[in-house]
């Protein structure tokens, strides 16, 4: 339920997106709870999932000998490969494949539920893969994974992520011979 269902004023100014009124001075708890409760208004398809147990895997070897993957909900893609729907209500539950050695400028961002002018001019602050290769050659990582994926993390139901979105890739980064995977939100 909303500030105005609930009879009260929505913080900060007025005119402003839904979600900048809620960072207005409340604390974390309250803060997250007004942003579900926003998301819920904005958008019929929102369902909160709820991670009930972390899955912690240790590192079969050494970091220094593992092969380490890029995952990102942030909305990078190749620029040419089709962006994300950034105008669905349902989001967008597709994925893209980005090979190790694509360079950073043809990478691009497709996401409209966060500010991305600095990946816009330098991917690597939240796409580090012009990175990975610097760390292997230096012996902090094994090797780079051949293939990264790129999604789009404005998904109103995440239930179709954990039960089939998500397993599919982590089959496939298993196949690829991912050891480790770094993931990067938008």
Not at 52 to 81: F, I, M, N
Not at 143 to 151: D, E, K, N, Q
Request: charged residues 25%; aromatic residues 6%; proline residues 8%.
């Amino acid at each position: 339920m909303g500030d105005a269902a609930l009879g009260r004023e929505p913080a900060g100014r007025a005119g402003a997106p839904a979600e900048a009124r809620y960072y207005a001075g409340a604390g974390d708890e309250d803060i997250l709870r007004r942003w579900v409760e926003a998301a819920g208004l904005a958008h019929r398809e929102f369902h909160l999932t709820r991670n009930d147990r972390l899955q912690w895997t240790p590192l079969p070897r050494p970091l220094a000998e593992c092969s380490v993957a890029l995952v990102t909900t942030a909305g990078v893609h190749r620029k040419d490969q089709a962006p994300f729907d950034i105008h669905s209500d349902h989001g967008d539950l597709t994925y893209r494949e980005i090979p190790f050695d694509t360079p950073a400028d043809a990478l691009a961002v497709a996401h409209s539920h966060y500010n991305h002018t600095d990946a816009d001019r330098d991917i690597n602050c939240l796409f580090p893969l012009t990175r990975l290769p610097e760390l292997a050659a230096a012996g902090v990582i094994g090797r780079v994974a051949p293939i990264h994926y790129g999604m789009m993390g404005f998904i109103p139901d995440g239930r179709p992520l954990v039960t089939s979105l998500g397993p599919l890739l982590g089959d496939r980064l298993r196949a690829e011979g991912a050891d480790v995977v770094v993931l990067s939100p938008g």
